[in-house]
Each structure stands twice: as structure tokens, then as C-alpha cells.
């Protein structure tokens, strides 16, 4: 048995997701930072953050006899789109979470159908909001906050996800990291956000688990941006 199969796939792609934080931020962004002032604009991730996975779990159960599935499947996604961004290699985020999906199923032992892969894809198209997703966004957008996403998956205008669940005009603009072809934490995709919304630069990261409210678990994974 090799060192690879010893240790086991999430020791070793967690370890690449950290040496790709690494490598694409600076030690001066890796550290902690305090704003001088609020920050100006705040940008949400989507899939789990703001939009509920767990409506999922009946095809898992269906496919893997385990709900719970589900994020084990997201989680290697995750951690597989971190390491094309590391070796410079990129496949679209469906393809990568369709590949994800049949990989579970052969280390499992289930058959994945086209029809499996196809039911994926439309649940991850109609996600809900989590239920104090909406109303915290409004207090912020209220509280004078600029508001936008950035997903790893791609962003159709007007037919999306966001649309979907009522919350795309809560949003001053959708961004994918498809645009740029390098999926998060590649800097490329984080200044093309700035860029974008006008900000000066990217001061405080905040890409951890935060939590937007009385959630089961901290979910939210924010980017602040300054004024």
C-alpha cells in the first residue's frame, strides 16, 4: 500500500488547500488584520453559506444509504477544486462535482447513473435560502453594506441559484471564479472582485466559518472588502 493510500485522501488535499492559501496570499494577508473602518463591501460564497445542501441528503440516502453524505461530497469537491487552483489545472465546477459524486460511488460500491448526476445538478439549481439568511442580508444591505457573491460555481444571469431561491436582488453583483478560470484562494479570483466592485484592495480576509445567525453549525464564509 502506498504512503498516498496510508494517509488517505483528506489528510493530503487539506495539506494542499493550506499550502495553496499559502502560496497565493502573502504572510501580510495570512495575518490577522484590523480595518481602520468598516469594511465597505462584504462577499458571500453561496453553496452552504447562504443556500441550504441539507435539502440534498434524500438523494444520498437514496444512492449511499446515508444522508450525511452529502458532505462528505461537498467537502471533496471543495478540497479538489483547491488542488486543480494549486497545479494549475482547471475543469468546470459541475464536471468537478460530478467527477466527486462518481468517485464516491466507486469507493462505495454504488453505481452512479447520468440520471444520478442529473438529479445533482438540479437540486444544486433550486437550493433554499437558509431560513435567517434573507432577513440578515436585508439588515446588512440596510445598514449600508455593498453586497455580492463569489462561487466556484458558474453564474447564470437571470436563471441562477440565487434567483431561485429570492435572493439575487438582495446582491449588487454575482461573481464566479470560472471568469478567471482559478478557483478560490487563487489571488487572481479575489482581485478580480475587487477590481470589480471598485475596492482598493484587499485588506482582511475573512474566509472562515462565521456564522450569520442561529444556524446548526458557523457556515458563513465572508470576504471584506474596504471602501
Known sequence: MSDFHHIGRRPVLAGIGTAAVAAFFSPALLRAQALDKPP???????????????????????LFGDGAMVD?????????????????TFVPFGQLGAGVLRMLGS?????????????LGKGLASLPPHPDVPDSLRKLRAAGYRLVTLTDSPAIPGRGPLQAAGLADLFEQQFTAETVRRYKPARETYQMVAQATGAPGIRAVHDRLTSLGSHRRPRCRLLALPD
Open 107 to 119: 469507493i462505495h460500491n454504488v453505481s452512479i447513473s447520468e440520471a444520478d448526476v442529473a438529479e
Open 72 to 88: 462528505e461530497w461537498f467537502g471533496e469537491t471543495i478540497l479538489y477544486s483547491e488542488s486543480a487552483t494549486l497545479t494549475n
Open 40 to 62: 465597505g463591501v462584504l462577499v458571500f460564497d453561496v453553496a452552504e453559506s447562504l443556500l441550504d445542501l441539507q435539502v440534498l441528503r434524500p438523494l444520498f440516502q437514496r
